[in-house]
């Protein structure tokens, strides 16, 4: 027969110690898991806006070193200004050239109209390219700035300037309009992108540091800004490989 004497349980005591040490054990894992998901979440916001910025400089680049090409018998401009190319807002890049052009899906262009164009501007932060063949295609998304200032040479004579071919000054779109004698030897193009969602951040570590865009102010240049979004700025220069002459357009 059974004795019931002999039969010993957990004392409450035990039972007590037992429950938080489960309860700290849960703690401690839920905490890993939080961190190791923000963590592995800003570490896929930064690949995108890398991914996504380094994209838009080498296209970027490569339409810029395209822009003029076969102008040689030509008064053809590579590229064109805009009034809205001020520094103030985004800008707007026009490119042009006469033949072995690409359109904005990455066909090619029809030569037979003669003059071959490629724009590039924002809306709704989004970078658009259109082109002469009437095609509109996006190139990349949240765009917070698109600035642009040219490299004028301000003394174009192989005799007189040591640094011939190389830019003196760089300047807006906006003010090279009307002007025909300049001679426009790079490009430079920014942009600064955003996350596509906001990253965990503690606030009281939230970087108060400022970060302009040639001309604009741009906050937090390479970490999370108050409103909780990554951003990084991006900026290269092109030097321009064909003729240096240019319209104006309004």
């Known amino acids: 027969m059974w004795d019931y004497r002999k039969q010993s349980g957990v004392t409450l005591v035990e039972l007590i110690v037992a429950l938080g040490l489960g309860v700290v054990v849960s703690c401690i894992a839920i905490q890993l898991y939080l961190v190791h ?55 707007v890049l026009g490119i042009q050239m006469l033949k072995d052009g690409s359109d904005c899906m990455g066909g090619i262009l029809d030569d037979r109209a003669g003059v071959l164009w490629k724009q590039f501007y924002v809306k709704d932060q989004t970078l658009l390219c259109k082109d002469s063949d009437g095609i509109s295609a996006p190139v990349i998304q949240n765009v917070e700035a698109f600035q642009i200032v040219y490299g004028v040479d301000l003394d174009d004579s192989i005799a007189t300037d040591d640094g011939f071919g190389s830019a003196d000054v760089y300047v807006d ?18 942009l600064t992108l955003k996350s596509d969602s906001k990253v965990a951040f503690r606030t009281d570590e939230q970087p108060q540091e400022r970060v302009w865009v040639l001309t604009q102010y741009i906050p937090n240049r390479f970490s999370v800004s108050t409103d909780g979004y990554l951003r990084r700025l991006f900026i290269g220069t092109t030097s321009l490989r064909n003729q240096h002459h240019r319209f104006s357009i309004e």
């Open 37 to 91: 998901s923000g963590v592995l979440h800003i570490s896929k916001s930064l690949s995108q806006i890398q991914e996504q910025g380094r994209y838009a400089q080498q296209l970027l680049s490569a339409q810029l070193k395209m822009s003029g090409y076969g102008n040689a018998a030509s008064s053809l401009a590579p590229f064109y200004f805009s009034k809205r190319s001020d520094g103030v807002n985004n800008d």
């Open 173 to 190: 779109g906006s003010a090279l309009l009307g002007d025909a004698s300049v001679n426009v030897v790079s490009v430079r193009v920014s």
